[in-house]
């Protein structure tokens, strides 16, 4: 299993560029989240799936949009980037409801973004 | 308002002694906990997590303890290793979704 990837591993952008940063998970879990980490500060939640065709807005979702059309993906799009979205994103997932610790969450690499 | 808070940033210990990190939350529904260990340049890898029906949950030299009175949770590593020399990051959760996470302690085990 290579558990969760993320791509690209590091970006740069201008004001005003979009782009999508992937995310994929061959666990068969049927959550996925995404969250960005900034200097000094934990991990926040921008958006997250608890299944396929069902996306809901965590702490920071201003700025982003997602979409969870199967259970492996879940993209995460700026559509107008801004130097306040410049962060390192993670990608998560965890089993969701079911047997077990299922609330455990399982993190990619990240992406690191720049936005100029 | 941060409603997961790890009030030490930074712990050193001895290796071989006992880490002792803290972690304090003020949301009573929280119930499902989680620790993280995170390396420079890479995603959190985790740890272990309790949820509120246990006070403690144990995998290896890694131990868990929750005070729900106190909304209190800590995490102890024995004994410590140079290898242990990370970020630590605690969340919790109310639902198992959504999680707030800590700032963090970052842990130095000195040989």
């Known amino acids: 299993n290579a558990g969760v990837t993320q791509t690209p591993k590091f970006q740069v952008l201008k004001t005003g560029q979009s782009m999508t940063l992937q995310c994929a998970q061959d666990?068969?879990?049927?959550?996925m989240s995404w969250y960005r980490q900034d200097p000094g500060m934990g991990l926040r939640l921008i958006h997250y799936?608890?299944?396929?065709?069902?996306?809901d807005q965590g702490e920071v979702p201003n700025g982003y949009n997602v979409s969870r059309s199967t259970t492996e993906d879940f993209p995460l799009r700026l559509l107008s980037a801004a130097p306040s979205q410049t962060s390192v994103y993670f990608c998560?997932?965890?089993?969701?409801?079911?047997?077990?610790?299922?609330?455990?969450?399982?993190f990619g690499p990240g992406t690191r973004l720049l936005v100029l | 308002d941060q409603q997961v808070k790890q009030n030490s940033p930074s712990l050193s210990v001895q290796e071989g002694r006992i880490s002792i990190l803290n972690c304090d939350y003020t949301?009573?529904?929280?119930?499902?906990f989680l620790w993280y260990k995170k390396y420079p340049a890479e995603g959190p890898t985790f740890l272990i997590s309790?949820?509120?029906?246990?006070d403690k949950n144990e995998d290896g030299r890694f131990t868990v303890f929750l005070n729900k009175s106190a909304k209190h949770l800590s995490l102890h590593i024995v004994p410590s290793q140079p290898g242990d020399s990370a970020v630590y990051f605690c969340?919790?959760?109310?639902?198992?979704?959504?999680?707030?996470f800590g700032t963090g302690t970052s842990l130095t085990v000195i040989p």
């Open positions: 666990m068969n879990h049927e959550y």
């Open positions: 309790i949820s509120s029906i246990k």
């Open positions: 998560a997932s965890s089993q969701g409801a079911g047997g077990g610790e299922w609330w455990t969450q399982y």
């Open positions: 949301n009573s529904m929280f119930d499902y």
């Open positions: 799936s608890v299944g396929a065709g069902i996306t």
């Open positions: 969340a919790a959760s109310a639902t198992g979704n959504q999680f707030y």
